[in-house]
């Protein structure tokens, strides 16, 4: 599924002068997003929330290889947002995604004006160290607002830095080291 040259270029130029917004300079690798999206049945039908979805590397995967899934994209870039749904109408996949532009502090009364159930599967690539204390717990406290009781928070960052900050909110917490992504991450798989 093959993205342009300029989806590329805007997602570099993100993280080099958005940095608030973005957390790298090129998107997620395969290796990185088949092991987040591992904890999702292939049969799954119900919602699942992508937060900080960029280009959509990991939202054209997700609704490739879930396809029973519906999937509400969040990213607060709207030209990152514009190259997601692009890519995803290219690979007709637009169907049942929605791509947003907006911040991940609004995704409940997002999901409320959609009229959506809660998600059983928040999956996250927000960049939460490049934020100040405040606003990565406000995002952490949305997520946990936002997922239904017995769902799964999936984050990746690049650093164990938020460890602490997840764990007061999920203590359910377990970590995967990611190597073969550039740069490399680690993966909190998150439940309350």
Not at 152 to 169: E, F, G, M, N, V
Not at 184 to 190: E, F, G, K, M, Q
Request: glycine letters at 8%; proline letters at 6%; one cysteine or more.
């Amino acid at each position: 599924m093959a993205r342009s040259l300029t989806s590329y270029l805007n997602f570099f130029w993100a993280g080099v002068f958005k940095q608030g917004q973005t957390g790298a300079i090129v998107p997620s690798q395969r290796f990185l997003i088949d092991k987040m999206i591992e904890p999702v049945p292939e049969t799954y039908r119900g919602q699942i929330v992508e937060l900080g979805a960029g280009i959509g590397a990991l939202t054209l995967r997700l609704a490739a290889k879930r396809p029973a899934a519906r999937i509400l994209a969040c990213e607060i870039n709207p030209t990152l947002a514009s190259d997601n749904r692009r890519s995803l109408r290219a690979a007709g996949l637009d169907g049942r995604v929605a791509v947003v532009s907006d911040s991940a502090e609004h995704l409940l009364s997002e999901m409320r004006r959609r009229a959506e159930e809660r998600p059983e599967y928040i999956i996250s690539g927000i960049p939460l160290g490049n934020f100040g204390r405040a606003k990565a717990q406000a995002i952490i406290d949305e997520v946990s607002r936002t997922l239904d009781g017995g769902g799964t928070y999936i984050q990746y960052q690049h650093s164990l830095l938020d460890r602490k900050k997840i764990q007061a909110r999920f203590p359910n917490l377990r970590t995967v080291p990611v190597l073969l992504n550039f740069p490399p991450a680690v993966i909190y798989y998150a439940r309350r």
